[in-house]
């Protein structure tokens, strides 16, 4: 028994020293990934659930490092946060993504909308909105077109500068959307405090609704809320046409989700068709 003890005790250690390494090795090569060009922005299609058409995409950060292959957005993103570097590298996925918003419209000659994911320390940096006027102005893209995607850890920081921000976003122009809907403590509340203009509703509910009821109802009284607040309703995860048929039927507006598409790279996407048959 003291033997296991000891082995358990040791194995443990080894896991948690494990943790740390790949934690501190990931820190380190994020630190010089920008200047070494090891990020990509991918792009994932949002369809009209009517029509059946591209209204514009969601900007997913990709990094390939020589060393660590390629990692995860849940993986690394947490550790830019943590570290700061979210902040240039943000900066990065914001000024790429408008850029190519810029190139996409001219090429099909539609007014797509790009929404960019935002963590709450890129919210801290007083010089995001400027930077982000700024990448507006570069390239000739107006705010309306532009939308941010934060989830509800952003807003619970309660601090002033979060208000400030979401003040100036309002301002500008520029969408607000929710994204994760249902995965938190308080989103209802912020719904009322805050004026979102798009609520996506998280695939973890998207996955069940063709295989249980509660999810069905928990969807679709969201769809209903979400409409009876003038919100956009953005469904995310949608692998299979069951599901994409049932969010038609409730009315759900937009679709995102492997049935249509994976986030793809940028020169993929000025390709991308949507299959019109069924
Ligand atoms: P998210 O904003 O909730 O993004 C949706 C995630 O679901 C993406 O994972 C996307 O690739 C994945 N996804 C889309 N459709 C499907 C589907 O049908 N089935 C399944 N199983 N998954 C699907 P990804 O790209 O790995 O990103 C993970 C998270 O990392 C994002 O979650 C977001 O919170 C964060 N993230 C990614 N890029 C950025 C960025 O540029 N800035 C910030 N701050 N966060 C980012
Ligand atoms: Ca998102
Ligand atoms: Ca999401
Ligand atoms: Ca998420």
């Not at 591209?54 to 550790?79: K, Q, S, Y």
């Not at 801290?124 to 941010?148: C, H, P, T, W, Y």
């Not at 956009?232 to 949608?238: K, R, Y």
């Amino acid at each position: 028994a003291k033997l296991l003890g000891r082995n358990t005790y040791s194995l443990f250690t080894k896991a948690m020293n494990d943790t740390m390494l790949r934690r501190f090795e990931i820190e380190e090569q994020l630190s010089m990934a920008l200047e070494r060009n090891e990020f990509e922005v991918y792009y994932q299609p949002k369809i009209d659930v009517k029509n059946r058409s591209i209204i514009g995409a969601e900007a997913l950060l990709r990094w390939r490092n020589p060393l660590l292959g390629n990692v995860t957005p849940d993986e690394f993103i947490p550790i830019a946060e943590h570290t700061g570097l979210i902040v240039p590298i943000g900066k990065y996925v914001v000024k790429q993504a408008l850029s190519f918003l810029n190139e996409w419209k001219k090429i099909h000659r539609k007014n797509y909308t790009m929404a960019v994911n935002l963590s709450p320390r890129q919210f801290r940096d007083k010089a995001l909105m400027s930077f982000v006027e700024q990448s507006l102005n570069d390239e000739n893209i107006k705010a309306g077109s532009l939308e941010f995607e934060i989830t509800e850890g952003i807003l619970m920081d309660g601090s002033s500068y979060i208000d400030d921000a979401l003040n100036e976003i309002h301002k500008l122009g520029i969408k607000l959307s929710m994204d994760d809907f249902g995965t938190g403590y308080s989103s209802l509340n912020y719904l009322r405090q805050y004026s979102f203009d798009i609520l996506k509703i998280d695939r973890s509910f998207i996955k069940g609704i063709t295989l249980n009821k509660a999810d069905f109802d928990l969807v679709k009284a969201t769809i209903a809320m979400a409409h009876s607040l003038d919100l956009l309703v953005v469904a995310e995860g949608v692998e299979t046409h069951e599901q994409f048929t049932l969010l038609d039927t409730l009315g759900c507006d937009l679709i995102q989700g492997y049935y249509f598409s994976k986030p793809l790279p940028a020169k993929k996407l000025l390709d991308f068709q949507v299959a019109q048959s069924d």
